[in-house]
Every structure is written in structure tokens, then in C-alpha cells.
């Protein structure tokens, strides 16, 4: 019913761009949050960048300066522009989405979303 799709990976190199999309579809959802995670080879999945429908943001650490996260038109759609690409940065990146789902007026859930990931690869 409620499904992300990103897009947008590739191979770069270090001190390359690349600009990743997301796009939320479905019906009887609402969105309380969009943000970015990324997993690299053995290591654990991290949150890279979150947006709010009110448009604060926040990122981690490593990314501050290079990573911008936006909301397109219309809103369901998110991106993520990636600047000053670095070989740390190689991951799969993930879409994720905490939503709100009211199919019906009786029923209304918290879901959290996860797209397929798409594969950014920086070559040094």
C-alpha cells in the first residue's frame, strides 16, 4: 500500500556529486518523517540525513557541509545531493520513511518504510 523507490547511484569519483531521489507512493499515508540511511560492506546501517514535514533537518557527522536532503514537487518526493564524494561514502543507501497510515477512519498506524537501496560506489 505505501512504498518507496530510490534512485539515482553510480560510480564516481572521489570528489564527485551524485543526487539520489526517493519517491513515496501509495494511498491513506501521510509522511512524518523522510530521511537517508547508508550500510557499508560489514559495517552497521546508519542514518546519513532526516527531514521533517516541517522541514527541519539534521545529519551525521561525517556528511555535515556535503550532504544536502530537500523535498521535491510534489512532496512525496526526496532527495539527497551528495557533494565532495569521498571512498567512505561507498554504501547502499536506503530511502526510510516513518509514516502515518489511515485507511480507514477507525484505524490509523505508525509504519516505517524502507526502500530497496540503490549502490553508490566512490572510487579514490
Known sequence: QVQLVESGGGLVQTGGS???????????????????????PGKERELVAALTSDGSTNY????????????????????LQMNSLTPEDTAVYYC???LTWSPVVELSRRLEVWGQG???????
Not at 18 to 37: H, Q
Open 18 to 40: 551524485l543526487r539520489l531521489s526517493c519517491v513515496a507512493s501509495g494511498r491513506a499515508f501521510s509522511i512524518n518523517v523522510m530521511d537517508w540511511y547508508r550500510q557499508a
Open 60 to 79: 551525521a557527522d561525517s556528511v555535515k557541509g556535503r550532504f544536502t536532503i530537500s523535498r521535491g514537487s510534489p512532496k512525496n518526493t526526496m532527495y
Open 96 to 98: 526510510h520513511g516513518a
Open 118 to 124: 540503490t549502490l553508490v560506489t566512490v572510487s579514490s
